[in-house]
């Protein structure tokens, strides 16, 4: 209690505020996530998640992902909710109308409270106490309930508008608006407030901090203990402000709302005033602190998110304006004082921390620089070798021998040996060398002819060169310039095109960068120890590599930075999430600053890190699948993830949403995540919290999650495993059921037959034959669009269910009509137009069809039945063997006379080398119906044509 008098006094003997570091706000409205901009209530359960109460119902928070939670009776959502309690996984809800229920957090299954009108509850192991009218306590204690009551002096005082609120602090207290705080003890009601600490009904409540109670909302704060209420004494200028709620992290440290208007931080004896918005009609009404650096505040409108930032990055912008003929590129930094001369294309830039210079001269492109005691030497594309004065003013060009038989006019890579004051250049075909302000030259020839050398360093330990290409790592002894070793020979290197290469005295290492990632090696044997793959990079690509004064390796690369703790093995990834204005870097812009930070330049600019604020520790499960939605075109059903478990749902009636957030340790708003389904590519959710499980086909699925939290560090996910189910009757086994029932039966009708006729052996021919035909075209169809499709989807199954259908269809009306009288030869037509089309459509076969002659001549069903087999057989063969791009049928009835013509323009196709059975039943049928088969054959067309005389 002393404790809390001191932090009111202090902050009212303090006229002014001081302030503190920058903190950034985020209101979040029904524009952002929420339902509705009125949150009336927040409250966090032992999860670290929050639970809103919104003007339109019930909202789940978990930091980045705003969820609609949907009580089972619908009667109960969309409604005003005014304050929520939490007891035991319970969320008890207090709705502004009539109702109270209780929602259990692990199965979101609902308890009906009260459907009167409650204005408080408070919850003691098996003892509920509602406050339901201005006087009125129940009591519900194992199923009984007792009703107290509190005497008023004057019960006809209108508290309608008003309300009242409980608490259990070892006694029961009670508040009741313009009247007074009571305590219940020695089972009734004792009055403990004066006339000054009357209730008016709006918004006071009662707070536990820190074990100590206190009551909140008046003119003054109040500390109660037992039956005593006490007033904390305020300035008399200040005797009106209001404290309307308090959270405390520690004794030393809270947030606290003055007048609803004002939040104050309160640190170590400091009072800090927070700037959160510049709207002057919201109203802030509670306050939920997630971890130091976190806090949440329910408003009329809307939630309100305040972070301080990290602070952990600065980034620089010097870009030539859009008019200009140049676009700008960063490339090597040299430090000299207290400015920067940052090199690239067209211009060398001076930064001394304030602002940008360029230096004049003409556009120059700049590949790599170094400074000498007589001035800057400069690798250039285009232009050779230049040699820069001490004020990079003036400049020439120093004219390399080999530029004469190899025409060098780029050189990407520089180095000077100070120690012997030699000057290194290197180029495609050799690395020059010369004494620094000397004309004689010597050569090193590379052993990768053609391609460019990208960095040269010096091991002076061991008195080596480290030599960089597009192709690979040689090494020179210094003293002789020989080339004793080739690492890309010796399979050292696990990448080619290399980037940077840095040398790591404190661990004797050589670090190699390259499209690959890092390899790591001995810097005495240059034996591999690591392979870095930074395969968290969608374009690993390595621009420049830097050790930190903690000996932290640093790398920039075409798709961001990594931080690399070597001992631990533990990784910082940093992209644009996390500050960055740059998502490509470029080689050579890379250096450490004489403050420590380090400096990567980009296509935007360049980003300055600050190592000392970034934390390597590494995390263990910090991700959090903080729930499941399923989504149907009704309704949504929402539930908790349990570890270890599988979830599963039907792919046809649903799909699911995944939430995803973090411990509450981490800012989940900052941080970003990634998942991968059965070791798929990785899939980055640029910013949000969830994914979607769309369009996933029957299977089990294994779901790997990652994240990076706003400093970079891994956040690491529960594997997720999910079952999509569907339907027995839509499945691929069912099809394949189907058809093993349809050989089934086509093989016992064969059999049943052969029993019983086997002195009809023509008749079981026919039979055998036609099926063949008929159901055969129809199987082949069945197993050509199978064969066809990558992956069964509903539109294959449902064609395959068809096909095996009209197989079934076809062979009960074949068997019902072998007796058959006659039928008119349009229906023939009909029947095979609509067989052709949907069987040469499988292979985006052109078909076209005509009929000639009189529509009501009819044929015997023989010749019906033999017929239209036939012309199904022609089609099963052009579809297997032809090349055909366009089909055409003409059926033409002259006089009695029927022709029957298929004609193609697969002009490979031989009619009497095909192999199978099916054109020797053609054969077989016009024979026996005394017909005839004529074959056509051109440049350009197979045709096929069948002749019969109508009896």
């Known amino acids: 209690m002393r404790f809390f008098k001191l932090f009111i006094i202090a902050f009212f003997l303090n006229s002014s505020f001081s302030y503190g570091q920058k903190r950034e706000s985020i209101l979040y409205t029904i524009e952002n996530g929420l339902n509705a901009n009125g949150v009336n209530d927040i409250i966090k359960d032992k999860e670290g998640n929050f639970w809103l109460g919104t003007d339109v119902g019930l909202k789940k928070f978990d930091g980045i992902n705003f969820i609609d939670i949907k009580i089972k009776n619908p009667s109960f959502n969309k409604r005003s909710i005014r304050k929520l309690i939490l007891f035991n996984n319970a969320l008890y809800i207090i709705y502004n109308e009539k109702g109270c229920i209780s929602l259990n957090l692990s199965n979101f299954e609902y308890t009906l409270i009260s459907t009167e009108n409650v204005d408080d509850i408070y919850l003691k192991k098996d003892t509920t106490y509602l406050l339901?009218?201005?006087?009125?306590?129940?009591?519900?204690?194992?199923?009984?309930?007792?009703?107290?009551?509190?005497?008023?002096?004057?019960?006809?005082?209108?508290?309608?508008?008003?309300?009242?609120?409980?608490?259990?602090?070892?006694?029961?207290?009670?508040?009741?608006?313009?009247?007074?705080?009571?305590?219940?003890?020695?089972?009734?009601?004792?009055?403990?407030?004066n006339q000054q600490s009357y209730p008016g009904g709006y918004k006071e409540r009662f707070d536990i901090s820190n074990t100590n109670l206190y009551y909140i909302g008046l003119s003054y704060p109040y500390t109660i203990k037992e039956d005593k209420i006490s007033k904390i004494s305020v300035p008399k200028n200040l005797n009106r402000t209001v404290v309307s709620d308090i959270q405390f992290i520690s004794n030393n440290e809270y947030y606290y709302i003055l007048g609803n208007k004002k939040l104050i931080h309160f640190k170590a004896g400091e009072l800090n005033e927070i700037e959160y918005t510049n709207d002057k009609n919201i109203e802030l009404r509670k306050i939920q602190i997630s971890n130091r650096n976190l806090i949440y505040i329910a408003t009329n409108k809307g939630l309100i998110e305040i972070t301080i930032p990290n602070a952990i990055l600065e980034n620089l912008t010097n870009d030539y304006p859009v008019s200009s003929e140049y676009f700008r590129v960063r490339r090597k930094i040299l430090e000299e004082g207290n400015q920067l001369f940052l090199f690239g294309n067209p211009a060398i830039?001076?930064?001394?921390?304030?602002?940008?210079?360029?230096?004049?001269?003409?556009?120059?492109?700049?590949?790599?620089?170094?400074?000498?005691?007589?001035?800057?030497?400069?690798?250039?594309?285009?232009?050779?070798?230049?040699?820069?004065?001490?004020?990079?003013?003036?400049?020439?060009?120093?004219?390399?021998?080999?530029?004469?038989?190899?025409?060098?006019?780029?050189?990407?890579?520089?180095?000077?040996?100070?120690?012997?004051?030699?000057?290194?250049?290197?180029?495609?075909e050799y690395v020059c060398y010369f004494k620094n302000g000397t004309n004689k030259q010597y050569y090193i020839r590379n052993p990768f002819p053609n391609n460019m050398?990208?960095?040269?360093?010096?091991?002076?330990?061991?008195?080596?060169?480290?030599?960089?290409?597009?192709?690979?790592?040689?090494?020179?002894?210094?003293?002789?310039?020989?080339?004793?070793?080739?690492?890309?020979?010796?399979?050292?290197?696990?990448?080619?095109?290399?980037?940077?290469?840095?040398?790591?005295?404190?661990?004797?290492?050589?670090?190699?960068?390259?499209?690959?990632?890092?390899?790591?090696?001995d810097l005495k044997t240059y034996k591999r120890k690591r392979h870095v793959s930074l395969n968290f990079f969608s374009n690993p690509k390595v621009a420049s590599i830097q050790i930190d004064n903690n000996n932290k390796i640093w790398t920039s690369t075409f798709s961001g930075i990594s931080g690399y703790d070597y001992e631990n093995n533990v990784f910082i990834r940093l992209q644009k999430n996390n500050g960055l204005i740059n998502e490509e870097f470029n080689f050579k812009s890379g250096a450490k600053l004489n403050n420590g930070k380090l400096i990567f330049g980009g296509l935007n600019g360049y980003d300055i890190i600050n190592p000392k604020k970034i934390p390597f520790n590494s995390f263990k499960k910090n991700g959090v699948i903080s729930g499941i939605h399923l989504f149907t075109n009704k309704d949504t059903l929402f539930s908790k993830f349990e570890k270890n478990r599988e979830f599963s749902y039907d792919e046809n009636n649903y799909f699911s949403r995944v939430y995803l957030t973090t411990t509450k340790n981490i800012n989940p708003s900052k941080s970003n995540f990634e998942y991968k389904i059965n070791n798929g590519p990785w899939i980055n959710l640029k910013g949000r919290g969830y994914f979607d499980l769309v369009g996933l086909s029957h299977n089990y699925y294994k779901i790997n999650i990652r994240g990076f939290d706003e400093y970079g560090r891994l956040i690491t996910f529960d594997d997720l495993k999910v079952i999509v189910t569907q339907k027995f009757y839509k499945s691929t086994n069912f099809s394949i059921l189907i058809f093993i029932l349809v050989i089934f039966l086509v093989t016992y009708v064969a059999i049943l037959n052969i029993k019983k006729n086997k002195a009809k052996n023509a008749i079981y021919e026919q039979i055998s034959m036609d099926l063949h035909d008929e159901i055969g075209t129809i199987l082949s169809r069945?197993?050509?669009?199978?064969?066809?499709?990558?992956?069964?989807?509903?539109?294959?199954?449902?064609?395959?269910?068809?096909?095996?259908?009209?197989?079934?269809?076809?062979?009960?009306?074949?068997?019902?009509?072998?007796?058959?009288?006659?039928?008119?030869?349009?229906?023939?037509?009909?029947?095979?137009?609509?067989?052709?089309?949907?069987?040469?459509?499988?292979?985006?076969?052109?078909?076209?069809?005509?009929?000639?002659?009189?529509?009501?001549?009819?044929?015997?069903?023989?010749?019906?039945?033999?017929?239209?087999?036939?012309l199904y057989e022609i089609s099963n063969n052009i579809i297997k063997h032809s090349n055909a791009t366009e089909v055409s049928l003409s059926i033409t009835e002259n006089n009695k006379n029927l022709y029957i013509s298929v004609t193609e323009n697969g002009t490979n196709f031989d009619f009497d080398n095909t192999s199978g059975n099916g054109l020797g039943n053609i054969k077989k049928r016009t024979k026996r119906n005394n017909g005839d088969v004529f074959v056509e054959k051109t440049e350009t067309n197979f045709k096929i044509t069948l002749y019969f005389k109508i009896y």
Request: aromatic share 12%.
């Open 453 to 521: 050398t990208k960095v040269i360093v010096k091991d002076k330990v061991n008195k080596r060169l480290l030599i960089g290409t597009d192709n690979g790592v040689y090494i020179v002894d210094c003293k002789t310039h020989k080339i004793i070793k080739n690492l890309s020979y010796e399979k050292s290197l696990t990448g080619s095109i290399v980037g940077d290469i840095c040398i790591d005295y404190s661990r004797n290492l050589a670090w190699i960068g390259h499209d690959k990632g890092m390899d790591v090696l």
């Open 132 to 193: 339901t009218s201005r006087n009125t306590v129940k009591i519900i204690k194992n199923g009984k309930t007792q009703i107290r009551k509190i005497p008023l002096l004057n019960d006809k005082i209108n508290t309608k508008v008003n309300i009242g609120s409980i608490s259990y602090n070892k006694y029961l207290y009670v508040s009741v608006p313009n009247t007074g705080i009571f305590i219940y003890k020695n089972n009734e009601f004792k009055k403990i407030s």
């Open 782 to 870: 069945t197993t050509l669009l199978t064969k066809s499709q990558n992956e069964i989807n509903s539109e294959t199954r449902k064609q395959i269910i068809e096909y095996l259908n009209e197989a079934n269809f076809g062979l009960r009306i074949y068997i019902n009509t072998i007796n058959a009288g006659k039928k008119p030869i349009i229906e023939l037509y009909d029947e095979t137009n609509e067989v052709y089309q949907k069987s040469l459509s499988i292979k985006n076969i052109t078909f076209t069809a005509d009929f000639k002659g009189n529509k009501k001549q009819e044929i015997l069903s023989g010749l019906y039945r033999d017929v239209k087999l036939c």
């Open 349 to 428: 830039v001076k930064y001394d921390f304030k602002k940008f210079n360029v230096l004049p001269g003409p556009a120059t492109s700049i590949y790599d620089a170094i400074k000498t005691e007589n001035g800057y030497y400069a690798a250039t594309e285009g232009k050779g070798l230049l040699f820069y004065d001490n004020k990079l003013l003036k400049f020439k060009k120093i004219k390399l021998s080999a530029e004469e038989k190899y025409d060098y006019s780029l050189y990407c890579a520089l180095y000077y040996d100070k120690d012997e004051d030699l000057i290194y250049v290197g180029g495609y």
